[in-house]
Nanobody, 123 residues
């Protein structure tokens, strides 16, 4: 049974930084790929960043240059370094994972496993 647990959200002033993390348990695979999504209150969920099975990354235009996705394979943990945060980055951030190998695409999905989310508030 795969579980994804996020942590590291919080409240920060505009211009600040946060680094949410997402740890996977229950199964590991070399083809493991993950992504981050966010949903602001009253809005639809949007894709933020993704890492394919080969370790390549892609970002939504709204966060490009400010956010960096990384993964620690030894810890089965995915990170989202968020710098230069803006009030419009306020949202519930959720990680997602899948074990079907995909390289060069699939940054936005599909993902079979989802975490519970961690709130990020920028004021």
């Amino acid at each position: 049974h795969v579980q994804l647990v996020e942590s590291g959200g919080g409240s920060v002033q505009a211009g600040g930084s946060l680094r949410p993390s997402c740890t996977a348990s229950g199964y590991t695979s070399p083809s493991f790929r993950m992504g981050w999504f966010r949903q602001a209150q009253g809005k639809e969920r949007e894709w933020v960043a993704g890492m394919d099975s080969a370790g390549s990354t892609r970002y939504a235009d709204s966060v490009k240059g400010r956010f960096t996705i990384s993964k620690d394979n030894a810890k089965n943990t995915l990170y989202l370094q968020m710098n230069s945060l803006k009030p419009e980055d306020t949202a519930m951030y959720t990680c997602a994972a899948d074990f079907v190998y995909c390289s060069g695409s699939c940054y936005t999905g599909p993902y079979d496993y989802w975490g519970q989310g961690t709130q990020v508030t920028v004021s």
